[in-house]
C-alpha cells in the first residue's frame, strides 16, 4: 500500500481556473507538508500542518489555500491559476513537526496553459 | 533562513566508480536528511543524519554537525543510482530548507 498517496498525478488546465489536489498518508504521521518544485528541480516547502494546525506558511500567494480535514489528509486548493504555478507539487509527511524524516507522495505534475 | 551548498552541481559515472556528495549549511542544523529523486520524480529518503556516520548497503553519510557538513558517499554506482540527490537541513522551528541537488548520471 502506497504510504503517501496524491491524486492526480498530473494536471494540465487553463489560466483562471481552480484547481485541487488532494493528499492522504497512511502512516500514522502528525505533520504534512507542502512542497512545489520548479522546473529547475528547486523543491522550497510551501505549508506545514501539525494534527491539522497550520504550523508553517511559507510565502506563498494567498491563491493557494491548504486544508486538512484530519491529520491523515492534507489537501491544496489554488484558486485563479497562473502561468507561473505550473510546476510539480509534492505532499510529504513525517511522524512529529521535530522527527520530521520526510515521506514524499509520487507528486502532482500541474501545467497551465 | 538558513543557506544550504551542494557540490559538485552535477557528475557524471561509468558504472563501478565511487563517489562523493557534499552539502555544506550556513548554520548548524537539528536534523539533516539526504534524499535521491529518481528519473521518474520519485523522492525517497535515503538517511537521516543529524550526526555521525550510517551505512545502508553501497551508500554512506556522514555529518560533522560542528563543522557544518555532511556527505554521501556511493561506492560501486550503478545505473539505477542516477537521479538527482538533495540534501535537506532545518534548524529551530524545523523547516526544512532544501539544496538544490547533485544530478548523477552513471554509465553503463
Known amino acids: 500500500d502506497t504510504a503517501v498517496s496524491q491524486t492526480p498525478k498530473y494536471l494540465v488546465t487553463q489560466m483562471g481556473n481552480d484547481k485541487s489536489i488532494k493528499c492522504e498518508q497512511n502512516?500514522?504521521?502528525?505533520?504534512m507538508y507542502w512542497y512545489k518544485q520548479d522546473s529547475k528541480k528547486f523543491l522550497k516547502i510551501m505549508f506545514s500542518?501539525?494534527?491539522?494546525?497550520?504550523?508553517i506558511n511559507e510565502t506563498v500567494p494567498n491563491r493557494f489555500s491548504p486544508k486538512s480535514p484530519d491529520k491523515a489528509h492534507l489537501n491544496l486548493h489554488i484558486n485563479s491559476l497562473e502561468l507561473g504555478d505550473s510546476a510539480v507539487y509534492f505532499c510529504?509527511?513525517?511522524?512529529?513537526?521535530?522527527?520530521?524524516?520526510?515521506?514524499f507522495g509520487a507528486g502532482t505534475r500541474l501545467s497551465v496553459l | 533562513g538558513i543557506q544550504v551548498e551542494q557540490s559538485p552541481p552535477d557528475l557524471i559515472l561509468q558504472e563501478g566508480a565511487n563517489s562523493t556528495l557534499r552539502c555544506n549549511f550556513s548554520?548548524?542544523?537539528?536534523?539533516l536528511q539526504w534524499f535521491h529523486q529518481n528519473p521518474w520524480g520519485q523522492l525517497i529518503n535515503l538517511f537521516y543524519i543529524p550526526s555521525g556516520t550510517k551505512q545502508n548497503g553501497r551508500l554512506s553519510a556522514t555529518t560533522v554537525a560542528t563543522e557544518r557538513y555532511s556527505l554521501l558517499y556511493i561506492s560501486s554506482s550503478q545505473t539505477t543510482d542516477s537521479g538527482v540527490y538533495f540534501c535537506?537541513?532545518?534548524?529551530?522551528?524545523?523547516?526544512?530548507?532544501f539544496g538544490r541537488g547533485t544530478s548523477l548520471i552513471v554509465h553503463p
Open positions: 502512516l500514522g504521521h502528525d505533520t
Open positions: 510529504a509527511s513525517s511522524f512529529t513537526l521535530a522527527k520530521n524524516i520526510q515521506y
Open positions: 500542518y501539525n494534527n491539522k494546525e497550520l504550523i
Open positions: 548554520d548548524s542544523v537539528n536534523n
Open positions: 535537506a537541513g532545518a534548524v529551530g522551528s524545523y523547516i526544512p530548507t
